[in-house]
T-cell receptor, first 112, second 111 residues
């Protein structure tokens, strides 16, 4: 099946720990994105990448880091510097930065 | 920064009724997108609009790109229980700009 795969579906973090959320796509898309969704809120952009080995900060990048070493993979690390990490995290991809984005099924991160 | 105002925030309707929701911005956009999100899942693209005045259908869904380029509308005809979810509008102000998302309209359908 072609699509965007996020794992794990649920993730629990102890305070002070870094955690990494996985996002893989087999659509051959150049652009990939990470969003954060809080209840009653729209999607807020964390980081995006228009091409391999390049990425830019979104609107709420503080406390997060990413890498784009392969076209199909765009992992997001939630660092201990992110003081309010509990949220639903969505990964998306698009053919290029001008095309509509398609989303994975999300990872829900909770703090223990 | 730029924001999209999506209304209503939530809707409670009877099965079989038509639904209408909209999205407005203070500046012009050159792309409008409509997504649907079901609980625990990612948003799914429903309709993409690229030209002012454009009217596009996807089954019982119809969306329009407002002629002022500052708004977009989504209509759902003859609602059914599986239409329940959150509908997000999204827009791109300029060709090289990032997409901006509205806060969503949560649709509830009463039996």
């Amino acid at each position: 099946d072609g699509g965007i795969t996020q794992s794990p579906k649920y993730l629990f973090r102890k305070e002070g720990q870094n955690v990494t959320l996985s996002c893989e796509q087999n659509l051959n898309h150049d652009a990939m994105y990470w969003y954060r969704q809080d209840p009653g809120q729209g999607l807020r952009l964390i980081y995006y990448s228009q091409i391999v080995n390049d990425f830019q900060k979104g609107d709420i990048a503080e406390g997060y880091s990413v890498s784009r070493e392969k076209k199909e993979s765009f992992p997001l690390t939630v660092t201990s510097a992110q003081k309010n990490p509990t949220a639903f995290y969505l990964c998306a991809s698009s053919e290029d930065s001008h095309q509509p984005q398609h989303f994975g099924d999300g990872t829900r991160l909770s703090i223990l | 920064g730029q924001q999209l105002n999506q209304s209503p925030q939530s809707m409670f309707i009877q099965e079989g009724e038509d639904v209408s929701m909209n999205c407005t911005s203070s500046s012009i956009f050159n792309t409008w997108l409509w997504y649907k999100q079901e609980p625990g899942e990612g948003p799914v693209l429903l309709i993409a609009l690229y030209k002012a005045g454009e009217l596009t259908s996807n089954g019982r869904l119809t969306a329009q790109f407002g002629i002022t380029r500052k708004d977009s509308f989504l209509n759902i005809s003859a609602s059914i229980p599986s239409d329940v979810g959150i509908y997000f509008c999204a827009g791109r102000p300029g060709w090289d700009d990032k997409i901006i998302f509205g806060k969503g309209t949560r649709l509830h359908i009463l039996p």
